[in-house]
């Protein structure tokens, strides 16, 4: 139980071209889910918290015009990568908190963005 | 500010050579502390949660601790299959809906066989 998925597992876009990712919780209903992006050789950094209904919270320096959150269901946030450039090439995570353990974070499985 | 500290930064043990990574935290009331593993070009995959000083967890090849300052995640007679990054996060109190985690740098853990 508690898969996270996410969609496309990886993407090459041209530079000034949108992306969107997709995280579904595919087993459980998710009060939360959680965008982040990741280095190379780097830990994980939160870009911002979203709730089902609800507008994101993006944490302090993430652009929420240019990462746009959308949480439209219990199983599905979308994070659009809005006039991608080179510079957001990164490893971007997403996590979903079920609804029955606020505790619990569940890892999807990454999606690798690069940008030309 | 939440802070996470993990150490060492990278670690190699011959299979079989027991050892332990540290977590040392400094936060304004710990909701639970994390243990991921995390594979190259993956997410990380959830092995442990902690959540007062004292506990502990037990799976497989390996054992968590915590106290109240920091945890340990101890491997016992590894394998190379245990080969991973490892990465300790913090949950702290907050707004229902917003428990989000502080992660540390992880340690780069290889054994050699």
């Known amino acids: 139980g508690a898969v996270v998925s996410q969609h496309p597992s990886w993407v090459i876009c041209k530079s000034g071209t949108s992306v969107k990712i997709e995280c579904r919780s595919l087993?459980?209903?998710?009060?939360?889910m959680f965008w982040y992006r990741q280095f190379p050789k780097q830990s994980l950094m939160l870009m911002a918290t979203s709730n089902e209904g609800s507008k994101a919270t993006y944490e302090q320096g993430v652009e929420k015009d240019k990462f746009l959150i959308n949480h439209a269901s219990l199983t599905l946030s979308t994070l659009t990568v809005t006039s991608a450039h080179p510079e957001d090439s990164s490893f971007y995570i997403c996590?979903?908190?079920?609804?029955?353990?606020?505790?619990?974070?569940?890892f999807g499985p990454g999606t690798r963005l690069t940008v030309t | 500010e939440d802070q996470v500290t993990q150490s060492p930064e990278a670690l190699r043990l011959q299979e079989g050579e027991s050892s332990s990574l540290n977590c040392s935290y400094t936060?304004?009331?710990?909701?639970?502390l994390f243990w991921y593993r995390q594979d190259p070009g993956k997410g990380p995959e959830f092995l442990f949660t902690?959540?007062?000083a004292g506990e502990e967890k037990e799976k497989e090849r390996l054992k968590a601790t915590l106290t109240k300052k920091e945890s340990f995640l101890h491997i016992t007679a590894p394998k190379p299959e245990d080969s991973a990054t490892y990465l300790c996060a913090v949950q702290t109190h907050g707004n229902f809906g917003n428990e989000k985690l502080t992660f540390g740098t992880g340690t780069r853990l290889t054994i050699i066989p």
């Open positions: 902690l959540y007062s």
């Open positions: 936060v304004s009331g710990l909701r639970g």
């Open positions: 996590s979903a908190t079920p609804l029955a353990d606020s505790y619990e974070q569940y």
């Open positions: 087993d459980f209903q998710a009060t939360t």
